[in-house]
């Protein structure tokens, strides 16, 4: 049987999760339009950097953000002066959510943009379509289902994120506590069982999006 506090992680994670994938979406969609379509110096660079959450151990990740974010680091300090504080609260378990996320997100996106034919845009702007009216009514309709399920994609990465979290935000009940660091915490104190149900919960989860995600893929494929 779960209590009121265990549903209050399983909403509090799925809050977070949708909460980052929301912000780092329109950073992503441009990104990734910029990566399939246009040729920049330094482009190279920035896919490497775009890329290093993924092969960088997460902690490390969470570390880079707390000296980044922390009341003494360039950011944080800037921050905190205006009277917000990032590390150990809510705000810094969505940072580490997205900047974990984002990678996916743009990789996704990128693959879907290179889908829509350039041929297409390239008409469209024969006959007088602007840039923006050309991404609006052409390339993102067309790459829709595959922006989607980059979106559903870095969602599920956000649930199951860990390292970077604990680094930046810790763990505070109630207020930082997501499924996967409610999991390890029951396990240090022996609570096996509850560690299972939270570990079930953020299995169906993932499941369902990765699930729903890949549905669109094959779609867009098929198309």
Request: charged share 15%; hydrophobic share 55%; proline share 5%.
């Amino acid at each position: 049987m779960m209590s009121a506090d265990d549903w209050g992680v399983i909403g509090f994670t799925l809050w977070v999760a949708a909460l980052s994938v929301l912000l780092i979406l329109p950073p992503g969609v441009a990104l990734a339009w910029l990566l399939a379509r246009r040729q920049w110096p330094g482009k190279t660079l920035v896919e490497t950097l775009v890329s290093l959450p993924l092969v960088l151990p997460p902690v490390a990740t969470g570390l880079i953000l707390l000296m980044l974010l922390g009341r003494n680091g360039p950011l944080g300090g800037w921050l905190h002066s205006l009277g917000i504080d990032i590390v150990f609260t809510w705000r810094a378990v969505v940072v580490a959510l997205g900047v974990m996320a984002f990678p996916l997100l743009v990789r996704s996106m990128r693959t879907a943009f290179e889908g829509v034919p350039a041929r297409l845009e390239y008409v469209a702007s024969t006959l007088g379509a602007g840039r923006w009216r050309i991404f609006w009514t052409l390339t993102l309709p067309l790459s829709a289902r595959g922006v989607v399920a980059g979106m559903v994609l870095a969602f599920a990465r956000a649930l199951g994120e860990f390292g970077a979290t604990v680094m930046v935000a810790g763990y505070i009940p109630g207020k930082t506590s997501t499924l996967s660091v409610e999991i390890y915490h029951a396990v240090q104190l022996g609570k096996d069982h509850r560690a299972m149900v939270f570990l079930l919960v953020s299995a169906l989860i993932a499941f369902a999006a990765v699930w729903f995600s890949e549905s669109l893929t094959r779609k867009r494929n098929a198309a």
